[in-house]
Structures are given as structure tokens and as C-alpha cells.
């Protein structure tokens, strides 16, 4: 029965990474810009979260309406100022500019709050949980009310994407931004709103992580490449896909925990390598990426 | 009345320079064509009219206003739509909402989803077919729907019948005098001259990004055009 | 038309005798500090080189080739644990083992490359980085007292090999340096090269052309795994100590070689050795400072990369070359001297 149990902890697991994969897919998607600071985004975002609870005294739940504003607001700010000059041009640049920007926000994080692993305190919420079939199989009720809370973003964000103008825009942008421009598409509008949904779902997963396991200033390298991981395996383009990519990757690291907790992460890096050995363009992908 | 004025027009990309010292004139309702030969800077020419080409020197002239400084989606707003060459439909959108992105600006007028329709029978029932499952022809017309749906006073057609059998080609120039109807201007650029000479009542020849002859269609020989087009066997 | 009456086509120039000059008196002076007994310059002096190695490889991979690697490291610590394998499992002589640990890695490259080269882009920068990782954790994982998993092992030097190691090591440190940017300039110099910045500047046009893109940009990928292993290999002689998570840490190794490369210049083959040095001479001025706390440090290395990259994209390089278009150090190019030529842009 553990290996149902695990399996059950990878899929709610997976939920979060999906979530943490949303923005780097979308923009990726809309302008083919390469994050990488997008995982200290994550993880500045909880650190934030826990000075705001620590300030205040309030609960972590709160400090998400708090945040999540912010972190839109500064999505914008760093389309404005950084992202904007790197969009189209050499992607090494790009890398360059927000590889950068990743050891710089790191270091800051570790300066501010040194090297000690914080947590944000939901209380008795987080100890919580159902049991099912007889005794064995165990779930956490925020665990599993986070998936909940992944899945309905990513229904939100799939409804935006293809039912509203905006979302249109998005994807003729994605398609050829010269022409989108012809079309009296603002794409600098457009690509703010994408870096701030991006920059907005991956604080949340930051936040929700940091509600379950204690994070640290150097967490978002990992967490970027749980989220990169997860849009591969899934395939380019699709947000269905990116969910599916997120629950196998939270179920190869938590059946390779229970082989051996060593090879939590070996073996869903593993999984991802194999994925793109088999079928580059990801299970659900439709295009090819070479 | 003028419509559009490109004076001492010079433009090109980075450090190359494509057109130089270019003047021209339509006026309102009016249609004309531009013609010459590959490379000589008739899409340039188009690309500098809809903003997304640097101009060096010289002004763009629109309704009474210079537009030279304006961003493209501006232009767009004020009524100058480009179909551009290539057609560049959004692949991996609809008929239907390569339709809506070219509503876009909001700009109103007689130009609907519905008009679209009736004018390009071949698009109605692909509503929700994706745009890169179209034939070239159907890209063709969907690009200059896309066009239209922003109601514009000026509509440039960059290279319409590239690519695309003769009978098709006839059938897209069959629909552009219910395009004037409406009170739109048009400025076709072609490689292939009949057609566009056919199609206007005025034309400019570019060659290596000069104008190298204009004049009324009628009155222009059919040696003139050929050394005008090919810079040969004429002394400027 | 223009007649052209008298031409001539050369690379050198009279700067570019000059630079190679300034830069062989360098050289000398290295190996004067070798051959010496100040065991603090000798080590600066190898780890400039390591470094100088290890960005012009990042920088071939990268500004020639487009192919962006953040998981230079996998080859660092590969090269490392290949010259423990090699020196404490197999007996080689420490010396005689960089070579060949550089060989091996450069074989295992090649399955990671297949790997790698999956992705595009961008998001073959994050796959060489996951490879790096995955790496990471098979060596730590590996329960070999060879290897020592997670907590390490250090290279055992013989008795005999103990006087002495820091001017052997020194002498390898500035061969593997110069034979590196040597190699680099020719190769790039070579039918190979240009095929290479053919594909970097427009790669449909050089695939119409026939230039085979995929297996050109291999077989940097190789030769850049095995001269970055070789420098690990020469690092860790002088180390000795190695451990996973340090042999295989983004931070200490891709990141200053990216910040360097971008300081110096993306794309030349000056540019990577006057980042090291700049990175180098700036790294030692803050260590005599207490105001600088490595995170403050690194914070600026960050912005620096990031400001660069944004704002200098030519690097120092590139705004020296602006000042003096003829500077050259390694000419790569080919110049045509043409007498009485006179230009009409428009060919009229």
C-alpha cells in the first residue's frame, strides 16, 4: 500500500509543479523568453510571505492577498526594465541577462535572511488529512486542496487564453508579434500581462510550497528546473500538458523516495531524460522542438 | 483630396538603406500601384507606410497629419491596414479569430465578420478550421479579411497574387472594387504588373528603391515600363 | 565598375603583433613565477588559467556556436572525479592522468550531448544544466570508496610527487591555457570554423548551403568538454580535495565563467581571457575588504552580468574595439588592402 500512497502524494505533489511551471510555459509561449530566475521568484515571493506573517501575526492565507498584487506588480516592473530589452534578441543574452538576475536575487535573499530554512505556519490545517482504505492511504487536506487550487488556475488561465481578447492576442503574438503589432496589438502590453501572470502563479506555488516544506534562499535553481522538467515532459504549448508533466514528475520522485530517499530527485531528472530521449516534443506536445 | 503624402522618402533596416528620397501621392477612394522588380524596395516602401520599417529621412503625410513618429498599432488606429506579403495569418489561431485580431483596434465601420463572409464565400465555412490548415488562396483571402476588419481608409496589399494560381489570383481582384466601394484606398504592390496596372488608376515604378517612372497606367508604353522595371536601355 | 588594380589579403596586422607580443611576455612571466617558490602567485596563476580555459570554452560553446550551456559544471566535476578515478583507483601518476581523464570525459560527453541536444535554445541551457545535476547526483549516490559519495575524497599524492607539485602543476596550468586559446584561435581560423559562425549567424541559410549544423556544433560540444575537464583535472591537482557538491556547483563555476565571458566579450576570442583577468584582479581586491561579504559580492557579479547583457552586449571588448576599430589580438578575419579603390555603394 505504500506505492499507492506514493503515487497519490506524486500526483498532489505534481499539482504544485505544474504550478511552478505555469509561467515559465507562458512566457516561453508568448515570447519565447527563458526565465531563469523564474524559480527565486518563487522563493522571494515565500520569503516575503513569511517577513509579512512574522510583521503582522497573520495567517500565511492572507499573506497570499498580499503578496500576489505585488508580485504581479513586479512582473510588470521587470518586463519593463529587464525583459523588454531581451525579448528577440540573441538568447544567449537572454540567459545571460536573467541568469544574472537569478544569482542577484539569491544572494540578496541569503544576505537578508541568511542561510536558516524558514516556514510559513498554516497551523493544524496542515496536519490535517483523509484516510482512505482502511488506514493506509493517507491525504493531506492541503495537499490536496493546493492541487485543487493548481488545477482551477490552470482552468482559469486555459479560459483566458482561448476565450478572451487578450488571450487571442497572447497567442497571435505567440504566433508572429511583427504582424500582431500590425494588427494594433500593443505587445508590450501584452507581454507585461504575461510576465505578470508568470511572475504571479510561480509566488503562489512559492507560497504553497512554503506552507508544506521549509524553503531557503538558495531553493530556486531547483525549483526551476522541477518547473522546466515539468513543461518538457508535458510538451511545449499545452497547459494540459504541463499538468500531466507536473503529477509524473511529483510521481517518479516520490516512488524513487521510496526506493531510496537519495533518489527523490535522481529519478524524476531521470524520467525527464527519458521523456526527451523518447519523444522530444513531450507527451502531449504538438511541435516539434528541433 | 490627398489621402496619404510620402515626401523625399528614405528608409531601410539598420544599416542598409532600401529606399531613396521616394515622393508619392493618393488621394482618397483612389487606388494606385507599385511595381518593380525583386529587391526594389516595394514591400519596404509598404512596411514604412504601416510604421515597422526605421524611416532615415523624409515624412509620411496621412489624412493631413504626419504619422512618421507614430508606433504601427497607432497607424492602425488612424486607418492604414497592411496585408502583408506572404500573408502571415496566425497559424495556430482560427479563421474566426485571425478575424477577431484584426478587429482588434476597434475601429468602426461597414467592415464585419459577417461582411468578411459574404465577400470571401470560401472563408464561411471554415469558421473554425485553423489557419494553417488553409489553402494558399483561402490564407490569402483571410489575410485581407483580417485587414478589413479594422475598417481602414488605406489598405495595402503587399504581393497579393505571390504564389497563387492565375484563377485564384482573378478571383482576389474580382473582390477589390467591393473593397473601394466602401470608400477604402488601396495601394497594391506586384511583381506582376497586368494585374495591378489593371486594377489603378496610377502607378509608380521603384527600381533599387527610386522611383524609376509614374504615370497613368494608360499612358505608359509598354518599353517605358520594361526599362523602368529592369534599369535598362534608359538614361535617367 | 571599378577596377581593381592592386590587393593583397592578410590576417595579421601590425597591432595584432603587437598584442601576441605583450601576451607572450605574459606568458614567460607565468612560467618565470613556475619556476619559483612563491606557492600563493603560483596558485593565483593556476587558477587564472583554469578560469581563462574554462570561459573560453563556455565562450566557443556559446558566442560561436549558440549553444548555451549553464551546466559547465557537469564537466568540471566529471574531470575531477575522472583524474581521482584514474590517479587513486588505477595508480597513475597524478600528472600523467590529466590527459586521459580529460579523454574519458570527453567520451562520456557524447551520450549527454545526444541528451542535450534535444532542446533548443534557451531550453538547452536548463537540459545542460538538469544533465549536470543528474550527474551530480549518480557520483553522489555512488557508494565506491573510489569515488566517496556525497562527502568526497581527495586525490592522494605519492611521496614522491610531493616537492614540487606547485610548479608541475603551474607549468601543466599554463600549457593547458595556452594550447586552449591557441587551439580556439585556429580553430576558428580553420574551414570549420567559419562553417560554425555560418550556423550561429543564420542557420537555414548555412544548412541550404550544405554546412552539416547539427554535427558541427557536436563536435564543439566535445572539444569543449574535454578542454573544460582538462582544466578541472589541472584545478584539482593544485585542490586535491573533491566533493560532489562543490566539483558540481553551478555557482562556483558557471556563473563566474559566464560573468566573465560577458564582461570581457560574448563572441571574441579576446574577450573571455580580459574578463578572467579583470574578474580575477577585481575577486582579489574584495577578498582584503570586509565591506564585501561573499553574498555582496555575488549580488554584484549578478548585476554586472545582467547590465551587461543588457546595456554592452560587445563586452569591454566590444567598447575597446569601438574606440579602435583595428585593434586585434587573434585575427580571425581576413583583410583586404586595396589601392586606389574607390566605392560606390549603389554600384553605379
Known amino acids: ?290 | 483630396m490627398s489621402l496619404l503624402e510620402v515626401r523625399n522618402l528614405s528608409a531601410g533596416y539598420g544599416q542598409f538603406q532600401a529606399l531613396f528620397d521616394i515622393s508619392l501621392n493618393l488621394n482618397e477612394g483612389a487606388a494606385i500601384a507599385v511595381i518593380g522588380a525583386n529587391g526594389a524596395g516595394k514591400s519596404t516602401l509598404l512596411k514604412s507606410i504601416a510604421g515597422v520599417v526605421d524611416v532615415i529621412f523624409g515624412e509620411i503625410i496621412f489624412d493631413g497629419e504626419s504619422i512618421v513618429n507614430l508606433q504601427p498599432h497607432e497607424r492602425l488606429n488612424r486607418g492604414i491596414a497592411l496585408v502583408p506579403e506572404g500573408r502571415r495569418i496566425f497559424r495556430s489561431l482560427t479563421v474566426d479569430e485571425n478575424l477577431s485580431i484584426g478587429a482588434y483596434s476597434r475601429r468602426q465601420g461597414v467592415w464585419n465578420r459577417d461582411l468578411v463572409y459574404e465577400v470571401f464565400p470560401m472563408l464561411a465555412k471554415l469558421t473554425d478550421r485553423r489557419a494553417d490548415k488553409l489553402s494558399g488562396g483561402e490564407q490569402q483571402a483571410l489575410a485581407i479579411g483580417r485587414a478589413l476588419m479594422s475598417n481602414p481608409r488605406l489598405l495595402l496589399l503587399d504581393e497579393v497574387s505571390l504564389g497563387l494560381a492565375p484563377i485564384i489570383v482573378k478571383k482576389l481582384y474580382e473582390i477589390l472594387p467591393r473593397i473601394r466601394a466602401t470608400g477604402c484606398s488601396l495601394i497594391y504592390v506586384e511583381q506582376d504588373t497586368n494585374q495591378a496596372l489593371s486594377a489603378s488608376e496610377y502607378a509608380y515604378c521603384l527600381l533599387e528603391g527610386q522611383v524609376s517612372l509614374e504615370g497613368k497606367p494608360a499612358d505608359l508604353s509598354r518599353e517605358q515600363i520594361a526599362s523602368a522595371y529592369f534599369g535598362i536601355g534608359v538614361n535617367k | 565598375m571599378t577596377s581593381i588594380q592592386e590587393f593583397s589579403v592578410s590576417r595579421t596586422t601590425i597591432t595584432s603583433r603587437i598584442c601576441q607580443s605583450v601576451l607572450l611576455i605574459c606568458v614567460f612571466w607565468m612560467l618565470f613565477i613556475a619556476s619559483g617558490d612563491n606557492k600563493a602567485s603560483q596558485g593565483k596563476i593556476i587558477d587564472l588559467c583554469v578560469f581563462i580555459v574554462l570561459a573560453s570554452m563556455w565562450n566557443l560553446l556559446t558566442g560561436f556556436s549558440g549553444l548555451i550551456s549553464i551546466g559547465q559544471q557537469a564537466f568540471v566535476g566529471l574531470g575531477a572525479y575522472s583524474l581521482i578515478v584514474l590517479a587513486n583507483g588505477a595508480g597513475i601518476n597524478i600528472y600523467l592522468a590529466v590527459i586521459p581523464s580529460a579523454i574519458i570525459v570527453a567520451v562520456i560527453s557524447i551520450p549527454l550531448g545526444l541528451v542535450a541536444f534535444r532542446l533548443r535554445g534557451g531550453y538547452f541551457a536548463i537540459g545542460t544544466w538538469v544533465i549536470a545535476e543528474v550527474v551530480r547526483l549518480i557520483v553522489k549516490n555512488n557508494q565506491s570508496s573510489v569515488i566517496g559519495a556525497g562527502t568526497g575524497t581527495s586525490l592522494e599524492v605519492p611521496e614522491s610527487l610531493k616537492s614540487g607539485r606547485y610548479q608541475v602543476t603551474t607549468f601543466i596550468a599554463i600549457s593547458v591555457v595556452v594550447v586552449s586559446v591557441v587551439f580556439v584561435y585556429l580553430f576558428l581560423r580553420s574551414r570549420f570554423g567559419l562553417a560554425l559562425q555560418s550556423v550561429r549567424d543564420n542557420e537555414t541559410g548555412a544548412r541550404s548551403l550544405g554546412v552539416d549544423s547539427y554535427r558541427v556544433r557536436f563536435v564543439v560540444y566535445i572539444v569543449a568538454s574535454f578542454f573544460t575537464s582538462l582544466a578541472a583535472a589541472t584545478y584539482y591537482i593544485k585542490g586535491l580535495s573533491v566533493q560532489p557538491d562543490a566539483a558540481f556547483n553551478i555557482g562556483s563555476w558557471t556563473a563566474p565563467i559566464i560573468v566573465m565571458v560577458v564582461i570581457g566579450g560574448i563572441g571574441t576570442i579576446e574577450g573571455p581571457i580580459i574578463g578572467a583577468v579583470l574578474y580575477y584582479l577585481v575577486r582579489d581586491f574584495v577578498s582584503k575588504h570586509e565591506f564585501f561579504s561573499d553574498p555582496t559580492f555575488l549580488i554584484l557579479t549578478g548585476v554586472v552580468a545582467l547590465i551587461f547583457a543588457l546595456f554592452v552586449k560587445g563586452g569591454i571588448w566590444g567598447l575597446l574595439l569601438r574606440k579602435f576599430p583595428k585593434l586585434t589580438v587573434f585575427p580571425v578575419k581576413r583583410r583586404v588592402h586595396i589601392e586606389n579603390f574607390e566605392f560606390d555603394q549603389r554600384g553605379n
Open chain 1, 1 to 290: 500500500m505504500n506505492w499507492l500512497n506514493a503515487i497519490i502524494q506524486g500526483v498532489l505533489v505534481g499539482g504544485l509543479y505544474a504550478m511552478y511551471a505555469t509561467g515559465l510555459s507562458v512566457s516561453f509561449g508568448v515570447m519565447r523568453l527563458v526565465n531563469l530566475a523564474h524559480g527565486d521568484l518563487a522563493v522571494g515571493s515565500a520569503f516575503i510571505a513569511s517577513t509579512f506573517c512574522l510583521a503582522t501575526g497573520l495567517s500565511p492565507f492572507l499573506a497570499i492577498f498580499v503578496v500576489l498584487p505585488l508580485s504581479a506588480l513586479v512582473g510588470i516592473g521587470l518586463q519593463v526594465a529587464v525583459f523588454n530589452r531581451v525579448v528577440g534578441v540573441d538568447p544567449s543574452y537572454q540567459i545571460v541577462a536573467t541568469f544574472g538576475l537569478s544569482i542577484a536575487i539569491q544572494n540578496v535573499l541569503l544576505q537578508q535572511y541568511a542561510a536558516n530554512p524558514r516556514a510559513l505556519n498554516i497551523g493544524d490545517f496542515g496536519n490535517r488529512s483523509l484516510k482512505l482504505v482502511g488506514d493506509d492511504v493517507v491525504i493531506g487536506l492541503f495537499p490536496l486542496s493546493r492541487f485543487v487550487v493548481a488545477v482551477l488556475v490552470l482552468v482559469l488561465l486555459s479560459l483566458f487564453i482561448g476565450r478572451t481578447r487578450i488571450g487571442r492576442a497572447f497567442r497571435a503574438t505567440s504566433d508572429d508579434p511583427d504582424i500582431a503589432r500590425l494588427m494594433g496589438v500593443n505587445i508590450r502590453v501584452i507581454y507585461a500581462v504575461a510576465f505578470a501572470i508568470a511572475v504571479t502563479t510561480v509566488a503562489l506555488a512559492g507560497i504553497f510550497n512554503g506552507m508544506q516544506t521549509q524553503f531557503s534562499a538558495a531553493d530556486g535553481p531547483a525549483l526551476l528546473i522541477y518547473a522546466f522538467e515539468s513543461v518538457i515532459i508535458g510538451g511545449l504549448g499545452s497547459l494540459w500538458g504541463t499538468l500531466c508533466g507536473g503529477i509524473i514528475l511529483g510521481i517518479a520522485q516520490t516512488i524513487g523516495a521510496e526506493i531510496d530517499p537519495g533518489w527523490k530527485q535522481l529519478i524524476g531528472h531521470l524520467v525527464f531524460l527519458i521523456v526527451l530521449l523518447v519523444r522530444p516534443m513531450g507527451i502531449f506536445g504538438k511541435d516539434e522542438l528541433r
